[in-house]
DNA sequence: CCTATAGCCTGACGGC
DNA sequence: TGCCGTCAGGCTATAG
């Protein structure tokens, strides 16, 4: 599930359930999703402190702690995060289980551990050594740096679009979305888009990802006339009627409109 | 340098 | 009912 606009939502929901609370024990369930860290390392970095705020890049969360150092979070494809107090109300698959000293919890949960966690101590640092391109939606990621990013590149847009060292944020569906707004095939090559098509694209990418954090990642929110709504092989495609096809684009499977995305 | 592909994990679903 | 293949909103290491 978690591309930018639900990683967003993650973090509002910390920042409405889980700040300045004093987290009493940190229990790692599954050591597999820890970046670099130990269980016992882990947990003792989160004892103790509160967590004092939130910062998202791309589908990264950070999540500082009074410590000064940042809890990381990374969702992969099945993680969320759960605030609860009753201890039957505890995810199946939960990763790492904090206790609050009100009584409450936050369990983050991720039953394919596609995720990682972590502990941090610069986001800038950590951002680098990932490689990890601008959020889409910093507005320092401006046209021209977008057009920069897309010179000489032969890959297909929409691999592109999901290649989160060019730009962070844009996964599977969310790319779907932004392609068939902008009316462009997925499979086509990033060198062969025409100036108009690329501020198209770019408009797109903010459009989409904002329309969505307002929808607050429900695509249920989102309007009839986006494809998320109808992603499925066969089904009508709100703009022509006509129907929707799937392919694949390095090895993710694609979803769009022959007739509207031509090119 | 670049881009494409297999592999990591678990569970749900459909066909036989 | 049971088994098997396929697929899932991500990323990384490796191959070409």
């Known amino acids: 599930m978690p591309e930018l606009p639900d990683v967003e939502e993650f973090k509002k929901y910390v920042d409405s359930t889980s700040l300045h609370k004093t987290i009493e024990k940190a229990k790692v369930k599954d050591t597999q999703v820890l970046e670099n860290i130990s269980a016992k390392k882990l947990e003792k970095e989160l004892e103790a402190n509160k967590l004092e705020s939130t910062y998202r890049q791309g589908k990264y969360l950070f999540v500082k702690l009074s410590s000064g150092k940042y809890l990381l979070m990374h969702f992969g494809m099945t993680g969320k995060l759960k605030y609860f107090k009753d201890q039957k109300q505890e995810p199946e698959h939960t990763r790492l289980l904090l206790s609050f000293k009100n009584g409450y919890y936050l369990a983050y949960d991720n039953q394919r551990k596609l995720g990682k966690l972590g502990v941090v101590v610069n986001i800038d640092e950590y951002v680098k050594n990932k490689n990890l391109g601008p959020d889409v939606l910093d507005p320092d990621f401006d046209f021209k740096k977008f057009k920069q990013s897309a010179k000489g590149k032969k890959s297909m847009i929409k691999s592109f679009l999901m290649n989160q060292k060019i730009m962070s944020g844009i996964g599977n569906i969310y790319s779907d979305e932004i392609l068939f707004q902008a009316k462009i095939h ?47 092989k066969g089904e009508k495609c709100p703009g022509c009627g006509g129907k929707i096809n799937k392919t694949t684009v390095s090895g993710r499977s694609a979803y769009y409109c022959p007739n509207c995305q031509k090119n």
Request: aromatic content about 6%; hydrophobic content about 30%.
């Open 186 to 232: 997925p499979k086509t090559k990033v060198n062969s888009l025409e100036e108009n098509q690329l501020k198209k694209l770019f408009k797109f990418i903010k459009d989409v990802m904002q329309r969505s954090i307002d929808s607050r990642a429900d695509p249920d929110n989102l309007p009839d006339s986006f494809i998320i709504t109808h992603r499925e």
